[in-house]
């Protein structure tokens, strides 16, 4: 198994060092300009007039700091009904043939061409005033436009794929051998469940969510439309970031948006341990799989 | 086949899959219908008075334009950077490369608001830009710039995979043969990852036609000039015009559809002719 000692000369498909040089060079380049300076210039300006500042913007402020509860509100909602949905929707997918299944697969990534504010548009169309069931739930003095319930749907709805995506391809990749086993062996649904789904897909699960609540968190076309901005009443974070902004209130805006930033780089985080916890778990599965793989003499 | 078997011997299909139709129903197919069928509601010529309009046909220009700037741009600094992420080794790569998802996770608010205080005349950018006369901020040039940034994962995402997939040893046929490496990389490499290109293209493309969260804050919004369609149907909606703002949702969706229908003719044909 003696490697061939490292060639000194260059190979055919290695670029000379002066063209690898300048095209890490212009990629840095490109991504400083584009992602990593804007990210840093939200710290510098959030922090511009020191840490007390910062806090003051953020908390002394009522109506910011309302649009922190809120979004706190809305967005575990609408994360926890996509999470139900997200794992339903994998079972289905990644587990079983039926017709229509590549239709429904790609129906769950609808809402990423749907521009926000047309989820936003329609839903004003379905619970407005003048809206399909506007006449009826004025009658029963319910409110979903302009309202907790608006804001939900929208999340919900623009968000609703992120942890059906994360799981469908990963289910798929841990294949059905352990719960066939499982069930064979007598365990009962949510036995199998809990004791062998679960387990294997808990770190994909995890950053599906995090993600999700990330979307959700940030989400603002589809959201703005819905709300109606009532200061104090139906902005969420980015809505406020907003308003903030339209008021000339810069340091209250990007202290407010520092916020959303940090959720943003602790998502990126995220990810990058658990998709390699995933490839470790995988590889584990696959090394565990080709050990017991020797056929039986009979079946 | 293991998947006849599976719902013979694994519980929960008629569970997770009425399940499934029923949430998306309820969330997603009764609001996208409620939409079409305003929108049917209307008589052709009420129709045809909101979506032609002279403002409505400035946005939609805009809108389909500054789409496809920025995802001709970001063709050009995808490829650039999914090229150096996978081939060469450099300090810090891990972190270029998780960075690469930040528009996923970074809230479309933030980007807008950082984007248009950089390029005003006292911003990071703008006091270099400013004074050669390049207006980035409340700007058609400011919308460009902040979809790039929105799309940029796209293709770099796409075409990672089947750059790490490409056969070196293809490449070094190619050089015995006697193709110099800019031969090597327009007749061998490129073919092979234009598939890809071109999908990553088209989604950084749908996604930019939607846009609302960013462009709001860099355009100025200023109607005929730097209006895009998203923000004339809030514009409309705020005018309690709503037959107008459903007209012009049903062109904008109209017109992702189809780049979504695209998308996925490319990936059924790029499988049949690479697969």
Same mark, same amino acid.
């Given at each position: 198994m003696a490697e061939p000692r490292a060639v000194t000369h260059? $190979?055919?498909?290695? /670029?000379?060092?002066? =063209?690898?040089?300048?095209?890490?060079? @212009?990629? =840095?380049?490109?991504?400083? +300009? +584009? %992602? %990593? %300076?804007?990210?840093?210039?939200? +710290? %510098?300006? @959030? +922090?511009?007039?020191? &840490?007390? =500042?910062?806090? $003051?913007?953020? &908390? @002394? /402020?009522a109506d910011t700091l309302h649009s922190i509860k809120l979004t706190l509100i809305v967005a575990p909602i609408a994360v926890g009904s996509n999470l139900v949905f997200g794992i339903a929707a994998a079972w289905a997918i990644a587990r079983f043939h039926f017709p229509g299944r590549t239709l429904l697969t790609a129906l769950i990534d609808l809402p990423f061409t749907v521009s926000p504010v047309v989820v936003g548009l329609f839903l004003l169309l379905l619970f407005g005033l003048q809206g399909t069931f506007g006449p009826w739930l004025r009658a029963h003095d319910l409110k979903i436009v302009f309202a907790l319930p608006g804001l939900v749907l929208a999340t919900a709805f623009v968000t609703f794929p992120v942890v059906a995506r994360e799981l469908i391809p990963l289910m798929e990749a841990i294949g059905a051998e352990e719960e066939v086993a499982a069930v064979s062996l007598g365990a009962r649904g949510w036995q199998m469940f809990r004791l062998i789904t679960l387990p294997n897909i808990k770190w994909g699960l995890l950053y599906g969510v995090i993600l999700c609540n990330a979307r959700a968190m940030g989400e603002f076309g589809a959201v703005y439309v819905v709300s109606g901005h009532i200061a104090g009443k139906t902005d969420t974070m980015p809505l406020r970031v907003e308003k903030l902004f339209q008021e000339y209130n810069l340091p209250g805006a990007f202290a407010l948006a520092s916020v959303l930033a940090m959720l943003a780089l602790v998502t990126l985080f995220a990810k990058t341990a658990l998709e390699w916890k995933t490839r470790r778990d995988l590889a584990e599965a696959e090394r565990l799989r080709s050990n017991t793989s020797t056929p039986p003499a009979r079946s | 086949m293991t998947t006849d078997v599976n719902r013979r011997v694994l519980p929960g299909f008629s569970l997770s899959l009425g399940y499934t139709l029923l949430y998306m129903s309820l969330l997603v197919a009764i609001p996208l219908g409620a939409g079409f069928l305003k929108a049917s509601h209307l008589s052709f010529s009420e129709f045809w008075a909101a979506v032609a309009s002279e403002r409505a046909l400035a946005a939609y220009r805009l809108t389909v334009g500054a789409s496809l700037a920025s995802a001709v741009i970001n063709v050009v600094v995808g490829v650039l950077v999914a090229w150096v992420l996978v081939r060469y080794q450099f300090p810090l790569k891990g972190l270029l490369d998780s960075l690469v998802d930040l528009p996923f996770a970074l809230p479309t608010a933030v980007a807008g608001l950082v984007y248009s205080d950089l390029f005003v005349e006292q911003g990071w950018y703008g006091r270099f830009l400013v004074p050669l006369g390049i207006q980035g901020a409340y700007s058609r040039l400011g919308i460009v710039l902040v979809l790039v940034f929105i799309g940029f994962p796209f293709v770099v995402r796409t075409l990672q995979p089947v750059l790490e997939g490409l056969d070196k040893d293809v490449e070094e046929a190619a050089a015995c043969l006697g193709a110099n490496r800019l031969q090597t990389a327009l007749r061998v490499i490129f073919p092979s990852i234009l598939p890809a290109v071109i999908t990553g293209f088209a989604l950084a493309f749908a996604r930019s036609l939607g846009e609302y969260g960013s462009v709001v804050f860099v355009s100025g919004n200023m109607p005929f000039r730097t209006e895009i369609a998203p923000v004339l149907i809030v514009a409309r909606l705020e005018e309690f015009a709503y037959t107008e703002a459903t007209a012009i949702a049903v062109v904008l969706l109209t017109i992702s559809f189809l780049t979504l229908f695209a998308i996925n003719l490319l990936e059924r044909w790029s499988k049949r002719h690479h697969g």
């Open positions: 260059l $190979r055919a498909h290695d /670029d000379p060092p002066a =063209v690898k040089a300048a095209l890490i060079l @212009a990629a =840095v380049a490109v991504m400083a +300009f +584009f %992602v %990593v %300076v804007p990210l840093v210039n939200v +710290f %510098v300006q @959030a +922090f511009a007039g020191g &840490v007390g =500042v910062y806090w $003051r913007n953020l &908390v @002394a /402020d | -």
